[in-house]
């Protein structure tokens, strides 16, 4: 059997039984369950996670788990080196989860795990639950094969839909442990197609504040109220207008705006060209919805160094069927602003603050509240014997060459690990690609992507543990 067959059967029947049972756990990020400490779903999900890596064939393999006061815990996998290998791979992943966020299909649930057509539904299967199981299996086929690695430290946080506010204290803490890292990898990342190891260039950064708008200290009939007393929502519109332009979504504020460097630029006009606008298929767009964007390419640009508003939760608005002819007496929205990767998020949240907060219109209360601002990354240039590897774990994986491209989302990790660990090679890659619908309804894990991922994976330990430094 190939290592790729290998690996999906040793998926399948060890890891898919433990991956179901994780489904079922509410372990949701502290930002969505502030009582996520004693609900004590958190702690289940790391100790099931902990309970399975305890079985794995892997020698000399010490599983246990981290805590800090007041803080989300962390899963710590310690693998020593083969024999004759060196240097130290940092794995990661995370296992909080977003909410449900919708309703999700018929006969789908967030927290019920169904297989339909080599895809496993369910909320973290792919954001990130599959990240423990495919590297361990990883390492573990490695050892049985014959095959080296150096030594490897897998770290499973609990806290990353939060902008991972925890992560750093652990990391400080655990810095004798973790040691001086050569390579590290992030099996967090997404991907245009499932057909290739796709490998992330950029991560853009993230600020996420909520603003209050208030008007009255109650509601009143809007009869009376309406045309005298300005209404929280119009005055919403206004302070967003200071941010977004509302005719074309383009971010106004000069902080929170960069010009990518050229080389991304071609890198996006090749890419464009030989996927045939491969964004243009990516969404579950409605008939007749026009993309933002000029061409492929400027939609790969938009996706991954642009800035980008979104609203992603209101309050103190009623349903359409319970709404009634009330003037409200405020309004409450939480927006998700996306940054380009190489600008100073706490500067642009600064200055987000500032335009929302400044001379309130008609003299409203404004409210502004800013989490902590998850940092933009981009990535360093790879090693020659890394790009070798990436190149042939893709074809072994997946059977064409690696891709590469720049990722809207946002890993807080791979900024505090840059910043840490300066020297170090890093591999950002993953399995949510298009349909995963991370953060959103039917979450999905393509099986055969993890299938490719693993294989890859094992390619590039090997490589780490083999490569003259070169």
């Not at 390492?139 to 094969?145: D, Y």
């Not at 309004?331 to 929302?356: C, E, M």
Request: hydrophobic share 40%.
């Amino acid at each position: 059997m190939t290592t790729r067959a290998i690996l999906s059967e040793s998926f399948t029947t060890e890891a898919l039984p433990s991956l179901i049972d994780y489904v079922g756990i509410e372990c949701l990020s502290p930002a969505f369950d502030p009582s996520w400490e004693s609900k004590g779903a958190i702690d289940a999900a790391v100790e099931h996670l902990a309970t399975w890596a305890k079985t794995r064939a892997i020698q000399g393999i010490e599983v246990s788990v981290h805590r800090l006061p007041e803080r989300t815990p962390v899963l710590l996998v310690e693998i020593p080196a083969t024999p004759g290998a060196n240097g130290t791979t940092l794995i990661y992943g995370h296992l909080d989860k977003q909410p449900p966020l919708g309703s999700w299909s018929e006969g789908l649930d967030p927290f019920r795990a169904v297989f339909v057509d080599g895809l496993l539904y369910g909320r973290g299967t792919a954001d990130d639950g599959y990240s423990l199981y495919t590297s361990l299996l990883a390492i573990e086929a490695l050892e049985h094969e014959g095959r080296s690695h150096g030594r490897c430290v897998i770290l499973i946080e609990a806290s990353e839909e939060s902008g991972s506010p925890d992560l750093d204290a652990h990391l400080d803490a655990l810095s004798d442990r973790l040691g001086e890292l050569e390579l590290v990898i992030c099996l967090d990342s997404g991907a245009l197609d499932y057909e290739r190891l796709w490998v992330t260039t950029s991560l853009r950064g993230n600020l996420v504040a909520s603003i209050s708008i208030s008007v009255l200290e109650h509601g009143v009939h809007s009869g009376e109220a309406g045309g005298v007393v300005p209404s929280s929502f119009r005055i919403l519109r206004q302070l967003l207008d200071r941010v977004e332009d509302p005719n074309n979504g383009e971010i106004r504020l000069e902080a929170l705006q960069s010009q990518p460097p050229t080389h991304v630029l071609a890198a996006a006009a090749t890419l464009a060209s030989s996927l045939d606008d491969p964004l243009s298929r990516h969404f579950p767009t409605v008939d007749g919805l026009e993309l933002m964007g000029r061409d492929g390419a400027d939609r790969l640009i938009r996706q991954s160094w642009s800035a980008s508003l979104s609203i992603i939760g209101m309050d103190g608005i009623p349903s359409v069927a319970d709404g009634g002819n009330v003037l409200r007496a405020s309004t409450t929205a939480k927006l998700s602003l996306r940054i380009p990767p190489d600008i100073d998020a706490r500067a642009a949240g600064s200055a987000l603050v500032d335009a929302l907060r400044a001379a309130p219109p008609e003299g409203a209360h404004i409210e502004v509240t800013a989490e902590q601002p998850a940092q933009g990354w981009v990535a360093p240039e790879p090693a020659p014997w890394l790009v070798d590897a990436l190149d042939r774990g893709s074809r072994d994986g997946f059977g064409l060459p690696a891709g590469f491209l720049g990722e809207g989302g946002s890993i807080p990790f791979l900024a505090s690990l840059g910043q840490r660990f300066p020297a170090a090679q890093f591999v950002a890659t993953g399995v949510l690609g298009p349909g995963s619908n991370a953060h959103g309804p039917d979450e999905s894990l393509h099986l055969g992507a993890v299938a490719g991922v693993a294989t890859a994976l094992t390619t590039v330990l090997e490589a780490q543990a083999k490569h003259d430094g070169r």
